[in-house]
């Protein structure tokens, strides 16, 4: 029920709404690299992430594109709790992960059930809805170096909240991401993104390291954001 509440897709449900669904969850382990399910497949189970990362790609005129990046708290799959349709992406593993997972079927009996659930998560999904179409909006007009910035506060805000419940000293935060993965959610060339990460670092806003990026000032990051 503790991670559930994390689910931004579950914020509307009552704790007896969270204890009905945490009834019906299904403990799974990846490995590293490990595909939990690829674009075409049946939709019929959705996963809470509980340990480690994932990411969503499709493949598209020969180039791999990453959509999201899936850590503690993060749902994906989440359209199998109403249909059955063939799954839009791929999600891999990008390290070892253990997740809950809930069959479609399993939630659909739940919500005919207890109708009150239907309706909470059709309102949070809604908000979900409304949200990405208002981050594709502003994305669409602005510059390389301002997606980049975005994709980055939002891996940013990511962090934080997966770690609430330790916060990292002082204003640091650690993001486990390559240029290759920021490139990708910001629809840049690794190129175009090193470049403006090379600005970034020289004014103090981050490091970088092997495989990392930490970044030292959040809200500075968002002066680049417009």
Excluded: W
């Amino acid at each position: 029920m503790e991670l559930l509440a994390r689910v931004p897709v579950f914020s509307t449900l009552e704790s007896g709404d969270l204890e009905r669904i945490a009834q019906l969850g299904v403990p799974r382990s990846f490995e590293a690299g490990q595909a939990v399910f690829r674009e075409g497949d049946r939709s019929d189970t959705c996963y809470v992430v509980h340990e480690g990362r994932a990411r969503a790609v499709r493949e598209h005129g020969g180039r791999t594109l990453t959509l999201a990046t899936f850590g503690r708290g993060d749902i994906f799959g989440e359209l199998a709790l109403f249909e059955d349709e063939q799954r839009s992406a791929t999600v891999e593993t990008l390290e070892q992960m253990s997740a809950v997972a809930v069959l479609g079927p399993d939630m659909r009996r739940l919500m005919a059930e207890h109708p009150q659930i239907a309706m909470r998560l059709l309102v949070a999904l809604g908000r979900r809805l409304r949200e990405t179409n208002e981050r594709l909006a502003r994305r669409s007009f602005q510059t390389v170096q301002s997606r980049v910035a975005s994709a980055l506060s939002e891996m940013v805000a990511q962090a934080q909240a997966q770690s609430a419940s330790a916060p990292a000293e002082g204003h640091d935060v650690q993001i486990a991401a390559t240029q290759a993965d920021l490139a990708k959610l910001a629809g840049s060339s690794r190129e175009s993104a090193s470049r403006f990460l090379a600005v970034l670092e020289r004014a103090g806003v981050i490091s970088q390291g092997r495989g990392r990026l930490v970044v030292h000032d959040p809200e500075a990051l968002q002066a680049y954001v417009f």
